[in-house]
Structures are given as C-alpha cells and as structure tokens.
C-alpha cells in the first residue's frame, strides 16, 4: 500500500499494518508477547534507551503489536503521534500525573463520565484547582481561566446526558491564551469527529468503546494533533527538551504516564482493540441511525417524559451538534414519566442488555443514578442534570426494526 496516495477513513486503518513489513506475510500485526527485547550490539540497545534511534525497551513502554495500534489511532486523528494505553482512564490519568502540578488550575466541563469527575476530585485534593462549568457556552471556560490554568479539559458528547460543548469557540480561546486542550473523543470516534479541527492540542479516546467495539479489550489512547505548541507549556522538563518541540509533550507522557505509572496495555488487548477499529466506520453509520430512529420513537411515546439525543432538533445544542459531526453519536438517555418504575422497564427488554459499556456492537442499557453515577450522590448529580431516573443507552447494530420493537413493547407494558 502507497502512503503517496491518499485513501479514505477505512481504506486507510484497514491497510495500514501493511505498510511496513510483517511477519511472514501477516494480513495482521501479530501478537508480540515478549516483555524484553534483545540487540545484537549492545551500543544499539543503549541508543534506542538514549532515544538516539528507534526501537523497543522493555514491554511496559510497548512493543511492535501496541505500536501498530498507536499508528492506526494516530492516523484516525490525523496526529503526530499517539501513546496506548491500558484503559481510557489510564489515558485521562496521563494529563494528571505527566503534565500537571500543585498550583495548577484546570478548567473541565461540569458534564463528565462520572470516573472522570472522581479522578479530578483526587486531582484536587493533591493540589491542582479545578473549576468545573457548563462547557456548552464559551463564555463559562473563558470566565473560569486563571494565570494558573494550563489546561481546559471537555468531552465532545457528555456521558450520559449528550450536552455537546461549544467545542469550536472553546479552541479558539484556548489557542488565543496558549492554553492546552484536551478533548475526549470517545463518545464520537475519529470517524465523527476530528477535535484537531478545533484547535485540541491532546486527544483522548476510550479505545474500550467504539474504537475496539466488541466488548473484548480494555484500552485508552492520547493523541498528540500538533495543534499545541508546547515551548507555552511551563511543566515540561529539561530532559524531554532535547527533542524537536513537537514531540515534549508525548515524551513527557510516554516516560511520567506510561513508564513511571505502569498503565501499559497488554499486547493482546491491542490486538483485539487493532482488528475491531477496522469496521468502525461501518459500525457508527449502523449505530447512529439506529440511535437516532431509537430517539425519535421516545420522542413521540407519551410514557417518556424527556429524550436527549444531539441527533434531535429538541437537544439545546442540535445546532453544535450537526455542525461539527459527522452524525450525532450513538449514546441517549431518556427519562420515563413519573410513576413508572424504570427497573420494571428494563427487565422487559428482551434484546437490550443491562450493562455498563458503551459502543458494544449490542445495545445497552443502564439506570444512571443507581449505578454508575451513584457513587457521586444526590447533590452532584443533580448539578450535572442527570434526574433520578434517567436511563441511558449505547445503541448497538441490530436491525433497527428488531430494536425499536424492542423498546416498543417494552413501553406498552408501563
């Protein structure tokens, strides 16, 4: 395959293990399982340490199969480079503990995957100020900024009640102020949504989700887009200077998140992970339609008193939505009307599957307040709008006739 040419979405993720040479004439990169890697010469092996050359160290900071999937990750988000690692929570961890110190301010959206609002609250009580707004309007980031803010940090689809930041506006005030920002792309895919297009210097994505798709493979990633210059950021240390400016950041993150931490992911993982992002495209086009026939059937049933779908002309940020997507991600959430017992409702489902994941090839489908978000208590959860009994939904690839059926006679039985 010709890296001259340029070649579509799929065409690009499903050949690229082939542009370099693979072991006897694997359609796949296989799966590399060894922890330590030997050199002939042993000044080789002490310049690959250097960083003088390429090559691979030890199996914590990765080896060829995690590689392979660093550079289809990369190439899904147009970066100038990529780090995998062990969940999507390692790779959102990254920014904490490689890029931030005490004193330091970050600016996130209020609207949060609720392991993400913990993993900020740890952040605070070690020392970094972080202001939580309602990131749908500019105007709130840009309030929150101090001297001291080195990062603003949102999701382009909040999980689970679909708020969609004003991710654009957001870019440009970050890129003004020379302030890093960190997109998470997880509930669009790079297939819906390239956040290098709104100036996000770091992109993080959930590779457990959609990416991987199966349900079989735990995996995260950080992108770097090269939209940041990283000569504005003071929390680089001098011995990752010895590298051109575009690569501090990833060389930072790579030796204080991957190498220190130890959040590494397994080969096996990467593998799944890898083979599962070549049908991504062709997953989402299913998803999003069936999410979007799914949320216009609530719409209209009486039993629902509230859908939030950015794919619905009623979601407040519609406009944001199908300005900057490809299509409108395939996560909602609904609230039944009150009375109606939300437990009841689910254990009628017959093909909707109670669970926690989300971008699973099949649909699933949880009761927000009494699980997931539990841990964060009544007062919080109400901050971020997410009502007692809101459900949410990760709309899978089944017939979409079959699915809506589903939630048909699911409803009929309130």
């Known amino acids: 395959m010709s890296e001259k040419k340029h070649y579509g979405f799929t065409t690009t993720i499903l050949h690229g293990d082939r542009q370099k040479a693979i072991e006897h004439g694997s359609l796949h990169k ?23 050359e390429p090559g691979f160290r030890y199996g914590r900071q990765g080896n060829p199969t995690i590689s392979a999937l660093e550079e289809k990750v990369n190439k899904m988000e147009q970066g100038v480079g990529t780090i995998c690692f062990a969940t999507g929570m390692g790779a959102i961890g990254a920014v904490v503990q490689a890029l931030l110190r005490t004193g330091d301010h970050v600016v996130s959206s209020s609207f949060l995957f609720g392991n993400t609002n913990s993993l900020w609250q740890t952040a605070m009580s070690q020392g970094v100020g972080v202001s939580f707004v309602d990131a749908t309007d500019v105007a709130n980031v840009e309030a929150a900024i ?21 991710l654009k506006r957001i870019g440009e005030l970050c890129k003004a102020r020379g302030i890093l920002y960190v ?35 735990l995996g995260g990633s950080i992108t770097d887009t090269g939209a940041y210059d990283w000569k504005q950021f003071p929390n ?8 051109a400016p575009l690569q501090w950041g990833l060389a930072q993150i790579r030796a204080k998140a991957l190498r220190d931490f130890g959040s590494s992911l397994a080969p096996d993982a990467a593998h799944h992970i ?59 959430s609904f609230e039944l009307k009150d009375g109606l017992d939300c437990f009841d409702f689910l254990n009628r489902l017959k093909l ?4 926690s994941n989300l971008g699973d090839n099949r649909t699933l489908i949880i009761p927000v307040a009494h699980t997931i978000f539990f841990e964060m208590g ?14 949410r939904v990760s709309v899978g690839i089944e017939d979409t006739d079959d699915l809506l059926d589903d939630f048909c006679t699911a409803l009929e039985g309130c």
């Open 236 to 243: 680089i240390y001098e011995n990752y200077k010895k590298a």
């Open 183 to 217: 997109v998470d792309n997880t509930m669009t895919t790079p297939y819906l949504f390239q956040p290098k297009s709104v100036h996000a210097g770091l992109v993080v994505n959930a590779l457990t989700k959609s990416i991987g798709g199966h349900g079989n493979a």
């Open 274 to 332: 890898a083979v599962g992002a070549e049908t991504l495209a062709l997953r989402m086009q299913r998803t999003t339609a069936n999410a979007l026939a799914l949320a216009e059937l609530l719409e209209k049933d009486e039993r629902v008193a509230a859908v939030y779908y950015p794919g619905l002309k009623s979601h407040p940020q519609h406009h944001i939505s199908a300005e900057l997507f490809r299509a409108h991600g395939s996560l909602l």
């Open 146 to 166: 101090t001297d001291s803010t080195r990062v603003v940090f949102v999701e382009t689809i909040a999980n689970p009640r679909t708020q969609v930041a004003d």
């Open 30 to 52: 296989p799966i590399h399982t060894s922890v330590a890697f030997g050199y002939a010469d042993a000044r080789q092996l002490a310049s690959v340490f250097q960083g003088k």
């Open 352 to 355: 909707a599957i109670p669970a």
């Open 378 to 391: 009544a007062e919080r959860r109400a901050s971020m709008g997410i009502a007692e009994s809101l459900i």
